[in-house]
């Protein structure tokens, strides 16, 4: 830039003829332009700026099925949760059930063995006790057939009765 102000160039002067030449040179540019590459610049742009709003709503509508997508999704999630839950608390329910009946049936079982137990012992007592009473009768007929049999002595009395508590003390044995 010294080297211009130098050689005595300024750059606010005017120079008529370099203006005549560059209006010349810029017109021959714009008529070359518009003769050959304006309708093809024009076309360009236009296809550009068509491809530009073709994006543009392509990308809106990709957004808005995007937001239907989440929504529904949403939706699924929502009613999936839901139903997740109702099953839970179904199980839950069904388990309760469950253990009631099993712990009603055990006890019922509980109590048919019981009373059952309690039967069979009852049989057991009442036969034990009727047995006793036969082997009781059984013993003072043959110490009433005995007694009668023997004119006991007051000697004979006394072994008597030891044999007849050693019979009974086998009698207990068995």
Do not use: C
């Not at 332009?33 to 296809?47: M, N, S, V």
């Not at 069979?120 to 009668?148: F, P, T, Y």
Request: charge should be neutral.
């Amino acid at each position: 830039m010294v080297l211009l102000a130098a050689s005595g160039f300024n750059l606010l002067k005017v120079n008529p003829g370099l203006v005549i030449w560059t209006l010349v040179t810029f017109s021959v540019v714009v008529f070359v332009l518009k003769k050959f590459a304006w309708d093809k610049i024009l076309h360009a742009l236009e296809e550009r700026a068509s491809g530009i709003q073709g994006d543009i709503n392509k990308a809106e509508s990709l957004r808005v099925e995007a937001e239907k997508s989440l929504k529904e999704y949403k939706d699924q999630l929502f009613k999936a949760t839901e139903e997740a839950h109702r099953i839970v608390d179904e199980a839950k329910k069904d388990a309760v059930a469950l253990r009631t009946k099993l712990t009603e049936e055990a006890h019922n079982e509980v109590k048919g063995i019981k009373d059952s137990a309690v039967r069979e012992i009852e049989l057991a007592k009442g036969r034990a006790l009727s047995e006793i009473q036969n082997q009781i009768v059984e013993m003072s007929v043959l110490i009433a057939s005995e007694i009668l049999e023997k004119q006991l002595k007051k000697e004979d009395y006394a072994s008597f009765v030891e044999k007849e508590i050693a019979k009974l003390d086998k009698l207990k044995i068995k």
